[in-house]
């Protein structure tokens, strides 16, 4: 429904006032983190778009008894557009553990070299002498980055729990990743970065967040045989199963094997109704694909990807009623690390579960018993 001229000019100008005191419009969705005036300017937009679409609610009375709903959502993927469309003012706001400042390729303004150390899946050698995580390890740097002069470079937001820029790093995932680092001064892993903003390290604060969590160790045989486990296996949740926090999903696990290499790769996908779908996700469907490969003649894992692949609404549709050794690559993908050289099993797969950290698919794939315990 096309909007009217002057409701059209209202949204414009609330978004310049958001751009020039640096709020991000996703914020308003968590309306006790910003100003109260901002809060109700948002609500009466709002509430015009609903009574003008008809949406009805019990909760509000309009003046002609009508009741309606007030729709923040109606509103933020539009304010979200007119925001990101001023590359020019630095919107500042806190994430979590650090304040960042937000623009338009502000990395490759404060970092003059990334774009040169940049590989052709976009990934960039993370420095031996930062910190990805460290759980209970003071002495190491500050996490999620590294430093570039005065900023903090930040890992990319698919790092961050449900691929949502307003939710804390899968900080297992991280400690796992250094973990593997740790074990070896040769060992390297290259990652994906933000690119729209940085951090200011001594704003650094801890923070917590509580979610469930399991790990298991791989039973090992029938890796290293050729005609073992090839084929596609799909395991789906039941729903009188489910742990609270959990999604209702499905998870593919295909294996391949060709000249010595056998390979893994793994997807996890939503149904329509559970999958999220925010304004920062551009309306698009997200999903984590991971990349496993592994020469059966010396024993060892050599390679390890994950990614988050993209679909528009008809592919993913498509997507849910095609398993992955039919669907092929054809969908876009961000890779956010990858790892070559010799990955010891335990680290390997305790990546991969905290990759699909909250899949109860993963562990009980592999032989292992689910955990229901809270962390941080």
């Not at 429904?1 to 609330?14: A, Q, R, T, V, Y």
């Not at 003059?112 to 740097?141: T, V």
């Not at 939710?167 to 593997?180: E, K, M, R, S, V």
């Not at 010799?342 to 579960?353: R, S």
Request: proline share 4%; aromatic share 14%.
């Amino acid at each position: 429904m096309e909007l009217p001229k002057h409701l059209k000019d209202k949204i414009n100008n609330f978004a310049n006032k958001l751009s020039d005191q640096g709020i991000a419009p996703w914020r308003l969705v968590f309306y006790n983190t910003i100003p109260d005036y901002i809060w109700d300017e948002c609500n009466n937009i709002a509430r015009e778009i609903a009574i003008m679409k008809r949406i009805f609610n019990p909760r509000e009375k309009t003046d002609s008894g009508s009741l309606v709903e007030i729709r923040i959502c109606d509103i933020v993927p539009i304010l979200n557009t007119l925001y990101k469309d001023n590359p020019m003012k630095e919107k500042r706001y806190r994430i979590n553990n650090y304040d960042v400042i937000e623009k338009k390729d502000i990395l490759l303004d404060k970092y003059m070299d990334y774009s040169k150390l940049l590989d052709e899946d976009g990934l960039i050698e993370f420095p031996k002498d930062a910190c990805l995580y460290k759980r209970h390890q003071s002495s190491y740097p500050l996490p999620f980055g590294f430093r570039i002069g005065d900023y903090q470079a930040l890992l990319h937001r698919y790092f961050r729990r449900g691929c949502y820029p307003l939710n804390h790093y899968n900080i297992d995932l991280l400690n796992a990743l250094q973990i593997y680092i740790d074990g070896d001064k040769s060992r390297r892993i290259k990652i994906a970065l933000e690119e729209d903003y940085i951090a200011i390290p001594a704003s650094y604060g801890e923070y917590f967040e509580y979610d469930y969590w399991y790990g298991a160790y791989y039973d090992e045989k029938g890796l290293d045989d050729r005609n073992k486990m090839i084929g596609l296996a799909v395991h789906y949740s039941d729903p009188k199963k489910i742990i609270a926090g959990q999604y209702m999903n499905r998870t593919e696990f295909l294996w391949k094997y060709s000249d010595g290499i056998k390979t893994l790769e793994i997807e996890e996908l939503y149904a329509m109704d559970d999958i999220f779908k925010g304004m920062e996700h551009n309306n698009v469907f997200l999903t984590k694909y991971l990349h496993l490969q592994r020469d059966i003649n010396s024993h060892r894992f050599i390679h390890l990807d994950c990614a988050i692949k993209k679909y528009d609404n008809d592919a993913y549709i498509n997507r849910l009623s095609t398993p992955i050794n039919k669907y092929g690559h054809k969908v876009n993908k961000k890779k956010i690390f990858r790892i070559d050289g010799n990955i010891p099993n335990n680290n390997c797969f305790g990546i991969m579960h905290y990759f699909f950290r909250s899949n109860m698919h993963i562990p009980e794939y592999f032989g292992a018993q689910i955990i229901d315990e809270r962390t941080t």
